[in-house]
Nanobody, 123 residues
Framework: QVQLVESGGGLVQAGGSLNLSCAASGRTFSNNVMGWFRQAPGKEREFVAGISQSGGTTIYGDSVKGRFTISRNNAKNTGYLQLIYLKPEDTAVYYC????????????????WGQGTQVTVSS
């Protein structure tokens, strides 16, 4: 079983950038697809980005394409999400998650979740 801890969130002005990290413990991180999701107050949890076990394949939600970049370092058991050109509508709690299934936007494919890190973008 993998345990996940996110970090790197904070308050940033519109147009700014942040780098989120997802530290995984357990020996199976490299065997898992990793994804990032976000949830704003009063809204459903939304897919942001996903990356395959090797890092060779990435997918993104339409609202973040061209602005966010997902990556991973299996040797460090860590995943990353780089956020640039941030907008107020990016404000949410950001969660990383892992899946033993194939890379997907489907939230139900992900079975291990971190506790989340808050990202707030001011206008």
């Amino acid at each position: 079983q993998v345990q996940l801890v996110e970090s790197g969130g904070g308050l940033v002005q519109a147009g700014g950038s942040l780098n989120l990290s997802c530290a995984a413990s357990g020996r199976t991180f490299s065997n898992n697809v990793m994804g990032w999701f976000r949830q704003a107050p009063g809204k459903e949890r939304e897919f942001v980005a996903g990356i395959s076990q090797s890092g060779g394949t990435t997918i993104y939600g339409d609202s973040v394409k061209g602005r966010f970049t997902i990556s991973r370092n299996n040797a460090k058991n860590t995943g990353y999400l780089q956020l640039i050109y941030l907008k107020p509508e990016d404000t949410a709690v950001y969660y990383c998650a892992t899946s033993q299934s194939w890379i997907s936007q489907n939230i139900h494919n992900y079975d291990v979740w971190g506790q989340g890190t808050q990202v707030t973008v001011s206008s």
